[in-house]
């Protein structure tokens, strides 16, 4: 059965408005939610994501979580300690019902409370040094590549000179000379002193681009001045690659911390640290008690991974030019 004449030329002359009749008003999506749809889409990073978030939870109620199970970090059970071998007694670390991760062999301090009060410290001087390092080299770098000249010389060959020592040597280096004043804080300023250039020459390659940009010339043309273009124009389009970079770099700073307390120049006893425990455990206690190094390092593998597998998605879903959906 074949359309009338009549009816065809009525749908071609109909009003264009009509055919919208019932359908909603289409909103555009901003790039941070492009970018949230992507990355909900990626369940590996999704899950890393998820890891990190009980960890941070983890760090913040280790004192809730230890009095639940009743004994705190720096609580002595030498009865829970053989005292011809100084290993715990009953299987794997003596953990029992009361000491879920068992206890520390030689003094008998409770091996749950422990990590929980290690990922505090570990986290903090990981956190806080990735936040002075991406301040540092966000701020330099994007100065550098603004002004131009002797700004940018200087400061991309002091990137260079610190850059040319080994990264561990050198933090070493400064732990040894550094005033003893607060440990976490000395830290912090150390493993951050060592790693802004990294994210520096990021920071300054991509301003190099963004200060020939139409907005930056824009801008420059009503009269705005450098400081404004740098730190209201420019910057604010580089939250991206710092947000991706501050993910990857929080796992290094963690290693980071964990072998100089490894090395015993990172956070001293009683205070916990992963690192400072793995150190014990490398002393000796690793052949009588295996389980003393399984769970800081565990601890440590379980959450290098997570930030990494986090920060991969997390970069895939801010790249527009990613082939990943």
Do not use: C
Request: glycine fraction near 10%.
């Amino acid at each position: 059965m074949t359309v009338p004449l009549e009816a065809t030329a009525s749908d071609e002359t109909a009003d264009p408005e009509a055919i919208y009749q019932g359908v909603g008003a289409v909103e555009g999506r901003t790039p941070w939610q492009i970018a949230w749809l992507r990355l909900r889409r990626d369940k590996v990073a999704i899950g890393g994501g998820g890891v990190i978030l009980l960890l941070v939870l983890f760090a913040l109620l280790a004192p809730v979580l230890t009095r639940l199970e009743g004994y705190g970090p720096y609580v002595f059970h030498q009865n829970l300690i053989d005292p011809t071998f100084q290993t715990p007694l009953g299987g794997f670390g003596g953990v029992s019902s009361k000491h879920w991760f068992g206890v520390e062999p030689g003094t008998g301090r409770d091996m749950f409370a422990r990590i929980a009060y290690g990922a505090q410290v570990s986290l903090l001087i990981a956190v806080g040094a990735t936040a002075v390092s991406v301040f540092l080299g966000a701020t330099l770098g994007t100065i550098a590549a603004y002004v131009g000249g002797f700004a940018d010389t200087l400061v991309s060959r002091t990137m260079d000179v610190i850059l040319a020592f080994p990264y561990l040597l050198f933090a070493l280096a400064l732990v040894a000379v550094a005033p003893d004043f607060n440990r976490k804080l000395l830290l912090i300023l150390i493993i951050a002193g060592i790693s802004w250039p990294y994210i520096g020459r990021i920071i300054r390659g991509q301003a190099l681009s963004l200060r020939e940009r139409e907005f930056v010339e824009a801008a420059r043309s009503m009269g705005a001045g450098s400081w404004y273009i740098m730190f209201r124009e420019i910057l604010p389009n580089l939250v991206a690659p710092i947000l991706v970079y501050s993910t990857l770099i929080i796992p290094t700073n963690i290693l980071t911390e964990t072998a100089l307390s490894f090395l015993g120049v990172g956070v001293q006893p009683p205070t916990s640290s992963w690192g400072e425990m793995m150190s014990e455990a490398a002393s000796g206690y690793f052949q009588i008690d295996p389980a003393y190094m399984i769970f800081p390092g565990g601890a440590i593998f379980i959450t290098v991974l997570a930030f990494n597998l986090f920060g991969d998605g997390l970069q895939d879903a801010l790249d527009p030019r990613s082939s990943r959906r």
